[in-house]
């Protein structure tokens, strides 16, 4: 009896200790990933030729994968983008040879504490495009993801 | 269809036998519920979790006081507290302060004990209100140095509880007891910039449910004399 009421208070010890210890790896859910499509074929991918692309404000460029330096031409048929998380709206432009495209998303931030180890975190939700210049955008899921690999929107070209 | 003479003087004797049966009955009942839930005792009690926790650790304040009222095996159980909580480290502070109420009924299982000794099972509905404020200092590889404030007053949350409760008289009118609590249901309105973290009478806002533990030392005042229950005895075979 007494080793049975001894193994019940341990663990209830063990499982009080994990209560209040969050992971702190990923906190903020403020990715987006982006898929290109071909406006006739809307199930087929299509690339996406630019000199360059990142934030205006602030301005900021942002490379696929770690280039050892930039590549004049990159192509890409799907991107994942990092949201300005303590601000509700961010706005991208793509660099293409003769044009330049902008992608103004806008959404929802929210921060909260989490721990003294952690700090805060920011939950992103009710994600929108607010203004484009491509032939057209489509929000698939309004609520961004934490790492890459989800699609948010679909570009059609 | 056709009556026969007994089945017509059975029916008519069920008939006139049925009212009587019924307002005899009516009356034992009636006076027995008056006796039954006129409350026998108001109990009420203080919080020795929260007084000690906020003793001990630095960043919390509070304290908690309990009351109930017996109506037969039912209690109506209210209870009262405020809560504070302050943590700060290099990347973030936050603080909070407010005050929550629950309120519920307790089932007792323990009927006829004649100490009144309770062992309960029961629902609660909690509601806060309170203030919180956050200061964030952080370098993020890709936007750079941040630093921000966030402050919320008059947030509101509610949430629901199924609680387990144990009272026992340790000494003529002073009683000891703990309830251990299962919180959920938790719904908050704020503002639209931060979500709470902390949940005065709930705890932290970052799980579906939580658990909670309350420790009280009561004070029970009768308010009639009321039969001792007596125990029941096992029948042998």
């Known amino acids: 009896m007494k080793k049975t009421l001894a193994g019940f208070f341990a663990l209830l010890l063990i499982a009080g200790g994990c209560l209040d210890e969050p992971d702190c790896y990923l906190l903020n859910n403020n990715v987006v990933g982006i898929a290109f499509k071909k406006l006739t074929e809307p199930n087929a991918d299509t690339a996406l030729n630019v000199t360059a692309f990142g934030t205006v404000e602030p301005p900021l460029l942002f490379w696929l994968g770690e280039p050892p330096a930039p590549e004049p031409d990159t ?33 929802t931030s929210q921060a909260q504490f989490v721990s003294e180890d952690c700090g805060e975190r920011y ?35 | 269809m056709r009556f026969t003479t007994p089945l017509y003087i059975a029916f008519t004797l069920i008939l006139s036998l049925h009212p009587a049966l019924f307002a005899q009955q009516d009356t034992v009942a009636v006076d027995t519920v008056r006796n039954r839930f006129v409350p026998t005792g108001i109990r009420v009690g203080v919080d020795v979790v929260s007084l000690v926790r906020s003793q001990i650790r630095d960043d919390f304040s509070g304290w908690e006081v309990q009351g109930d ?9 209210f209870e009262y507290g405020t809560w504070s909580r302050n943590f700060a480290s290099e990347v973030a502070a936050y603080a909070n302060d407010g005050n929550f109420w629950r309120a519920g009924i307790d089932v007792n299982f323990l009927r006829n ?34 630093s921000d404030r966030f402050y919320q007053r008059d947030v509101t949350s509610s949430w629901l509880e199924l609680t387990a409760g144990l009272r026992v008289k340790i000494w003529k009118m002073v009683w000891m007891g703990y309830t251990g609590r299962f919180k959920f ?13 902390d949940v005065p009478g709930y705890g932290v806002n970052n799980k579906e449910t939580a658990w909670g533990f309350s420790y009280y030392i009561l004070v029970r005042l009768p308010v009639r004399n009321a039969p001792v229950p007596v125990a029941e005895k096992k029948k042998r075979k």
Do not use: C, K
Request: glycine share 8%; proline share 5%; aromatic share 12%.
């Open chain 1, 75 to 107: 192509s890409f048929t799907r991107l994942t983008l990092p949201l300005r998380y303590f601000n509700d709206e961010t706005t991208f432009f793509f660099e293409e040879p003769d044009t330049t495209r902008i992608l103004r998303l806008g959404y």
């Open chain 1, 123 to 157: 939950v992103l939700s009710d994600l929108r495009v607010l203004e484009h210049n491509f032939d057209s955008v489509r929000l698939i899921i309004d609520v961004p993801s934490r790492q890459g690999g989800t699609i948010h929107l679909q570009i059609f070209r």
């Open chain 2, 69 to 77: 009222v017996d109506f037969d095996r039912y209690f109506l159980a």
């Open chain 2, 113 to 146: 004990d004649p100490d009144r000794n309770v062992f309960s099972l029961g629902g609660r509905y909690g509601r806060s209100v309170f203030t919180e404020a956050m200061d964030v200092t952080r370098e993020d590889p890709i936007w750079g140095d941040l």
């Open chain 2, 185 to 197: 249901g938790l719904s908050t309105r704020g503002n639209s910039e931060m979500l709470p973290h």
